[in-house]
């Protein structure tokens, strides 16, 4: 059965650059947090758009050849000028492919090379990692660019001449319109790297149609005047504190401000009491952000009217309990929304409409434009009322894996559904998740898929067969920790510490082994050898139940 939203918008045949309807001239886009006088508007953000657009397209040829070939890679800290150079690398017809700064050179020098990276924008503190992988994979220094746009410094330069500064430069790229729906479909602007329902990370394609669809149809929901009911029009703004080699930061802070008409106040690095003394500084009126911070708000003995200007909180990237989001919409003095959805979706498909609650613990309804089934195993619609893994459709779904038609193929059905590995059901209009297929771990909200991680642990010589799951975190609920269970190599030695330290050196920070690890005789498998990770989180969640019944 296809599950449809109430209604549908007709979507403009517009590119990535067209939906500005309500902005200004003087409309302020970003701005520091820490200096909200270094800042940009909407025409100063153009101009500085098309000047990077064509250093991209003379200086190193991106874009000379058709639109959606040539991959800038963007690997930085959150800084004023970002939003510049993402839309500088798609108006000079190149692919905008987004790295976390968490990345270690390793992981790094993989997704370059998945990617096909021709050159690289870093910031000043990520400048040696990016040049080492960059070195790794063959691209020239020339190459590798620094991005400088906190403290008022508006520099752009390779690290080979620094002196000399790329956004000195006043000629201009006029970037071409499209109207053309397939070419808006299709044509590659963005990668951003997920693990998807399983698996090492993948290129999630992104077209104009999937950052543009996104972007106004959560606004026509709270924007909409509808007979009788209010719609919502304050002012936009809010603080850029997420990753932008997210789906959550690069959608939420570089697209939807200049559709939204508002700031995004930029965070170079997250501190909850720094985020929330700003939330009270500029005003903030819309606030998106994962459970771990909501906690942190509903936990801190500061809070006082830090969010009285606040009229919109929206959830997403994991599951928000009702007991932390009561205690959050105390402290926030306004109702949340849970949303959900993932990379692949670009964002959320669901979200509660303006003017409604929900504390339930639902991902509230489907957004307009999005249609969505429930299944069973032999991906056959279910009953109403019955549970199913969701499978869902939309312009904003992404048409599927950079270069990777296996991966598209085992995550999309024939005719074009995505399969989000979320189990779930819906009772009066309203989804819940109950479970998942997907053996993705979410550590505050960031993916670590189990695959890579035992991948990697077999690399080391003590390493017979291992098996990694995601385990409660008793500090924060629906937050989980990396945890491997692991058999020892006959006759090799190794501990717990010896193996945290291999996967610290070498991964990142979200995929760190803080669950522990756990030595067992042999890895439960089914007959055709695929781990039964379920198994191992059900004796997991049975060990925890007796340690807290001890307690």
């Not at 063959?138 to 620094?162: D, Q, Y």
């Not at 090492?200 to 999937?210: A, F, I, Q, R, T």
């Not at 005047?225 to 850029?240: A, C, F, M, N, Q």
Request: hydrophobic share 40%; with cysteine; aromatic share 6%.
């Amino acid at each position: 059965m296809e599950y449809c939203p109430e209604k549908d918008h007709d979507l403009p045949d517009v590119d990535l650059y067209s939906p500005l309807s309500l902005t200004t001239e003087t409309t302020v886009l970003h701005a520091e947090a820490a200096d909200p006088t270094n800042s940009i508007n909407k025409a100063q953000a153009r101009t500085i758009t098309k000047r990077i657009a064509h250093v991209f397209r003379t200086e190193f040829g991106i874009g000379r050849n058709g639109p959606g070939k040539d991959v800038v890679l963007c690997m930085s800290a959150n800084q004023v000028l970002l939003p510049t150079v993402f839309f500088a690398i798609i108006g000079a017809g190149g692919v905008f492919a987004a790295a976390s700064t968490a990345l270690t050179v390793m992981e790094l020098v993989k997704q370059i090379r998945q990617s096909h990276t021709q050159v690289i924008v870093t910031c000043p503190e990520n400048k040696d990692k990016a040049l080492k992988a960059a070195q790794q994979c063959g691209i020239p220094a020339t190459k590798v660019l620094v991005l400088e746009s906190m403290g008022h410094k508006r520099l752009l330069r390779n690290t080979v001449n620094p002196a000399q500064n790329y956004l000195q430069r006043e000629s201009e790229l006029q970037w071409d319109r499209i109207t053309d729906r397939a070419t808006l479909e299709n044509t590659l602007i963005c990668l951003l790297y997920s693990s998807g329902t399983t698996g090492p990370p993948k290129g999630v394609m992104l077209s104009h149609m999937n950052l543009v669809s996104e972007a106004v149809i959560p606004q026509l929901v709270l924007r909409e005047s509808r007979v009788g009911k209010p719609h919502l029009d304050v002012p936009y703004s809010t603080i850029g504190h997420l990753p932008t080699a997210h789906i959550a930061g690069c959608q939420g802070y570089f697209v939807t401000p200049a559709v939204a008409g508002g700031p995004v106040y930029w965070m170079s690095r997250f501190n909850v009491d720094q985020f929330m003394d700003y939330c009270k500084k500029y005003q903030i009126t819309f606030l998106s952000t994962a459970p771990p911070v909501y906690q942190a708000i509903a936990d801190s003995p500061r809070v006082t009217d830090h969010f009285t200007s606040l009229i919109r909180a929206e959830s997403g990237a994991a599951p928000l309990s009702p007991e932390i989001q009561e205690r959050a919409e105390k402290k926030l003095g306004c109702a949340m929304s849970q949303r959900w959805g993932l990379t692949e979706t670009t964002g959320s498909v669901t979200t509660l409409p303006w003017g409604q609650t929900d504390n339930t613990g639902s991902i509230s309804p489907v957004l307009p434009n999005v249609r969505l089934r429930m299944v069973d195993e032999d991906v056959k619609d279910v009953a109403q009322g019955m549970e199913g893994e969701l499978l869902v459709k939309g312009p904003m779904v992404s048409p599927g894996y950079f270069e990777n038609p296996e991966a598209t193929a085992g995550a999309y059905t024939p005719d074009g559904w995505f399969k989000t590995g979320d189990v779930g059901v819906l009772k009066d209009g309203l989804i819940y998740i109950v479970d998942r297929k997907k053996e993705l771990i979410k550590y505050k909200g960031l993916q670590v898929s189990p695959v890579e991680v035992e991948a990697f642990l077999l690399t080391h010589d003590g390493v017979s067969d291992v098996a990694v799951i995601g385990v409660a975190d008793p500090a924060a609920p629906g937050n989980e920790l990396p945890r491997a269970y692991v058999v020892k190599k006959q006759g090799k030695s190794v501990s717990e510490e010896e193996l945290k330290e291999y996967v610290k050196a070498n991964l990142a920070r979200h995929k760190q082994l803080r669950g522990g690890v756990v030595f067992i005789q042999e890895i439960p498998k089914n007959g055709s050898g695929k781990i039964l990770r379920r198994i191992l989180r059900d004796q997991a969640k049975a060990e925890s139940a007796t340690r807290q019944a001890k307690l």
